[in-house]
């Protein structure tokens, strides 16, 4: 008799990052500083066993902690590792609903398995760079549209107080 494949455990964006805490800063700002040195960095175990640190795994540490000292949540996955529809929506701060119709319009590429849409990190974040990138150009239009319409800075007219009678 066939056993079933263990399921993996549901995650959410909360259980994929790690932010720092304010009192994280400080210590923050020495490791960025002693990553800045761009040295031989060597990882110390508990029991003081030195091992050196790949080129990779420094790249990574580095954009971590500069991201963690914005105040920005980080979060390490495998980019082949498979999202559930939920997972990814969550992931987009988007409902499941809209998710499946980006899925089924062909904007994020994705695979069946039975009826369970299956959708790779890496697919995900390159949706949501292109999506950002659109966002982005967009605000920037719309900001210099107002400046050539004199709009910009302009403060938002008053209403007046409703009358009591």
Do not use: W
Request: aromatic share 4%; glycine share 4%.
């Amino acid at each position: 008799m066939a056993t079933a494949a263990p399921e993996r455990p549901t995650i959410s964006a909360e259980d994929l990052s790690v932010a720092a805490t304010e009192q994280d800063q400080p210590i923050l700002e020495q490791v960025r500083l002693l990553l800045a040195e761009q040295c031989e960095a060597k990882l110390v175990g508990p029991d003081g066993k030195e091992i050196a640190l790949p080129a990779a795994v420094f790249r990574v540490l580095s954009r971590v902690v500069e991201h963690m000292q914005r105040g920005d949540a980080v979060a390490v996955l495998p980019i082949h590792r498979e999202l559930t529809s939920q997972e990814a929506a969550d992931l987009l701060n988007v409902s499941r609903p809209y998710l499946v119709r980006l899925l089924e319009k062909g904007e994020i590429p994705y695979r069946r398995l039975n009826k369970h849409r299956r959708i790779k990190f890496g697919d995900l974040m390159a949706y949501k760079r292109q999506r950002d990138e659109r966002r982005r150009t967009a605000l920037d239009e719309l900001t210099e549209l107002s400046q050539e319409l004199g709009l910009y800075g302009v403060a938002p007219r008053e209403t007046a107080p409703p009358q009591s009678g």
